[in-house]
């Protein structure tokens, strides 16, 4: 959650409404942003490390719930980690995504709502009222407005599953030892370089690839690699989550 007040006051809609419907079957934890939007590289950057490390944390406690529970028998429904990208700036959907695939969560989707032009209307309608959400103290004044609005807010929140689709956003599983590689290579030196390229282990090709993607940069003879800015504020986001 940015720090925008419209957004503050957005997401303690959503935390009231989901409450209201589902009880205490849902835990809801608000994460806060350090910026009120991701106008730069980095704010995206800073995004990315908040990110990663949430869900490096849920992964974690995904991976102890799963050794030391009955869900080592196939019998029982496996828990999962899955990212709902929508809303949000363009970037922070792209970047938590491929986050996710990186982390290895296990699906992520983007939901469309059919009648948007209707919801969105309907939002700009409601705004004030949401607003005002932010202005009072107690819960129970919150959750007041909540029923006096009840019927429009569950428009917004909670529309029937025929309106929406749920998007698949493709996924492809992106080997650990790899990451693992960038990352202890990173440790391994605090400064940008020079490294040797043989340090990496990595293909070739792969190594053009990183360079392309500008991770890293070379000498003439591609013997010694350097970090770039940019490949040190991404994998120290990355070693963040670690």
Same mark, same amino acid.
């Given at each position: 959650?940015?720090?925008n007040?419209?957004?503050k006051?957005?997401?303690?809609?959503a935390?009231i409404?989901?409450?209201?419907?589902?009880g205490?079957?849902?835990?809801?934890?608000?994460?806060?942003l350090? &910026?009120?939007d991701t106008?730069?590289?980095?704010d995206?950057?800073?995004?990315? /490390?908040?990110a990663a490390?949430?869900l490096n944390q849920?992964?974690?406690?995904?991976?102890?719930?799963?050794?030391?529970?009955?869900?080592?028998n196939?019998?029982?429904?496996?828990?999962?980690?899955?990212l709902?990208?929508?809303g949000? +700036?363009?970037?922070?959907?792209?970047?938590?995504?491929?986050?996710?695939?990186?982390?290895?969560?296990h699906?992520?989707?983007h939901?469309?709502?059919?009648?948007?032009?209707e919801?969105?209307m309907?939002?700009?309608?409601?705004?004030?009222?949401?607003? /005002?959400?932010?202005?009072?103290?107690?819960?129970?004044?919150?959750k007041?407005?909540?029923q006096?609005? +009840?019927?429009?807010?569950?428009?917004?929140?909670?529309?029937p599953?025929?309106?929406?689709?749920?998007?698949?956003i493709p996924l492809?599983?992106?080997?650990?030892?790899?990451?693992s590689?960038?990352?202890g290579l990173?440790?391994?030196?605090?400064?940008?370089?020079?490294f040797?390229?043989?340090?990496l282990?990595?293909?070739?090709h792969?190594i053009d690839?990183?360079i392309r993607?500008g991770?890293?940069?070379?000498?003439?003879?591609?013997?010694?690699?350097? &970090?770039?800015?940019?490949?040190?504020k991404?994998?120290?986001?990355?070693l963040g989550?670690?």
């Amino acid at each position: 959650m940015t720090s925008n007040e419209m957004v503050k006051a957005s997401t303690e809609l959503a935390r009231i409404g989901l409450e209201d419907k589902h009880g205490n079957r849902i835990s809801w934890e608000t994460v806060p942003l350090p &910026f009120e939007d991701t106008l730069s590289t980095n704010d995206n950057i800073e995004f990315m /490390k908040i990110a990663a490390r949430i869900l490096n944390q849920e992964l974690r406690i995904l991976q102890h719930v799963r050794s030391s529970s009955s869900e080592q028998n196939t019998d029982t429904p496996r828990r999962k980690v899955v990212l709902n990208v929508a809303g949000g +700036r363009k970037n922070m959907c792209i970047t938590l995504s491929l986050v996710g695939q990186l982390l290895g969560v296990h699906a992520a989707y983007h939901v469309v709502n059919k009648n948007y032009r209707e919801i969105n209307m309907e939002l700009e309608r409601l705004r004030p009222i949401i607003s /005002k959400l932010l202005e009072l103290d107690s819960k129970d004044e919150k959750k007041k407005l909540y029923q006096e609005h +009840r019927n429009e807010f569950t428009v917004l929140l909670f529309p029937p599953a025929s309106e929406y689709d749920l998007i698949q956003i493709p996924l492809i599983p992106f080997p650990r030892s790899i990451v693992s590689r960038l990352l202890g290579l990173r440790v391994s030196h605090s400064t940008p370089g020079p490294f040797k390229k043989d340090e990496l282990r990595l293909d070739e090709h792969y190594i053009d690839e990183l360079i392309r993607a500008g991770l890293f940069t070379s000498e003439t003879d591609k013997k010694k690699l350097y &970090f770039t800015d940019l490949g040190i504020k991404i994998l120290d986001a990355l070693l963040g989550a670690t």
